[in-house]
């Protein structure tokens, strides 16, 4: 460890501290590691400015051991790395503005007799809005050919993925289902629920490509909740998105089967019908953009939790003024300030690649 160089946290490692601890999310390797919030604040403070041995020098000598220990964690997660002072304005810092290619992002369609109607006319509309992620969703059971023949209206399409989540049919034979995934490269997942079995197959064609047999039966209109990181996304197009916007419902719109749009399937408020007006004229309800700009720094409880800008929280947040804070009437299964999960699941590791010791100590410094 160079102890008379100056330390600087990577372009890609940023803080995000909660109410009782920080996170370092790493945005290349899609990893994070718990650090109390007294190490952030240590970082915040001398990032490229201060060597090691500066930083005990300021606090008197009196915390040598936690200072030694915290920048050995640091080195050794590869966090930071030691450069001469004159050379810091080489290192700047990633750029967190937003842009969106299109106006929609993801757009689910419940697929039934309007859709085997106007599918043509939906299609081109939502491409035109600058859609690339669809989700179908069939109600019911629904055989193979039925699947097979609506997805010939996605072929020449400029969709960049599809997800499938259909009622089990025995006509979707394993094999049948794979051949299909694997000759449409846009599908990336396919959710066969209410089957005999309980199955997971990935085709790594170009990706990864996914189909999930499951005996569970799946209620298209409850609200999948989470009740670990599991769901977290942790990238740098999420997290910049996080910044500025819900990255739950920001860009998603749903149409359910008698084509009224929706912001989720699960959520009851409706914004019109996509068979009497355009949908880019149904997108200019305020409600929408409002919610769309919901994000997680304007939510009460959120804005306090190391995770805000990874989570994919799907409550309908309620605005509950006029300067645009939000709140949740339903609470969340994690508690940022106990940092405990509800279920006492601490399942951080399903998304944190960690192995013990990862979390430095928590020691009191003074600021
Ligand atoms: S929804 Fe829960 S996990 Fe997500 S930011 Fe809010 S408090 Fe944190």
């Known amino acids: 460890m160079n102890e008379t160089q100056i330390f600087k ?3 890609c490692c940023h803080l995000v501290s909660g109410s009782t601890r920080s996170i370092i999310y790493d945005l290349q390797r899609k990893e994070c590691e718990f650090i109390p919030n007294i190490l952030a604040e240590i970082i915040e403070k001398f990032d490229g400015i201060k060597s090691i041995s500066e930083i005990k020098q300021f606090y008197e000598s009196e915390y040598d051991d936690t200072i030694d220990e915290y920048f050995s964690f640091l080195v050794n997660h590869e966090f930071i790395f030691f450069l001469a002072g004159s050379e810091n304005y080489r290192f700047p810092k990633i750029d967190l503005s937003f842009r969106q290619p299109g106006v929609l992002s993801q757009v689910t369609i419940v697929v039934d007799t309007l859709f085997d109607e106007r599918s043509q006319v939906i299609l081109a509309e939502i491409t035109e809005l600058g859609c690339r992620d669809i989700q179908l969703i069939y109600l019911t059971a629904t055989c193979f050919s039925k699947i097979a ?3 010939e209206h ?5 969709f960049n993925s599809i997800e499938i989540i259909s009622g089990y049919d025995p006509t979707l034979h394993r094999d049948e289902v794979i051949k299909l995934v694997q000759e449409s490269h846009r599908i990336s997942c396919w959710l066969i629920h209410s089957a005999p079995i309980t199955e997971r197959v990935r085709e790594q064609h170009f990706g990864m490509q996914e189909i999930i047999y499951s005996e569970k039966v799946y209620d298209a209109y409850a609200r999948p909740e989470f009740t670990n990181a599991a769901g977290f996304k942790l990238n740098i197009e999420s997290f910049t998105e996080s910044h500025h916007k819900n990255a739950f419902y920001n860009g998603r719109i749903c149409i359910d089967k008698k084509g009224e749009l929706k912001t989720a399937l699960f959520n009851q408020e409706l914004f019109g ?3 009497e ?8 309800d305020p409600r929408i953009e409002l919610l769309w700009n919901s994000k997680k720094d304007n939510t009460a409880i959120c804005k306090e939790c190391e995770f805000r800008y990874m989570c994919q929280d799907n409550r309908l947040p309620l605005k509950i003024d006029e300067a645009e804070t939000w709140a949740h009437q339903v609470p969340c ?7 405990e999960w509800a279920n006492e699941e601490k399942c951080i590791d399903l998304v944190l690649k960690t192995s013990p010791p990862r979390t430095p100590p928590d020691t009191e410094l003074p600021k």
């Open 333 to 339: 299964h994690y508690n940022p300030y106990t940092a």
């Open 277 to 284: 007006n355009p949908i880019r004229k149904l997108l200019e």
């Open 154 to 158: 996605f072929s020449q399409s400029a």
């Open 273 to 275: 019908n996509i068979t």
């Open 149 to 151: 023949s609506d997805l």
């Open 9 to 11: 946290l990577y372009a």
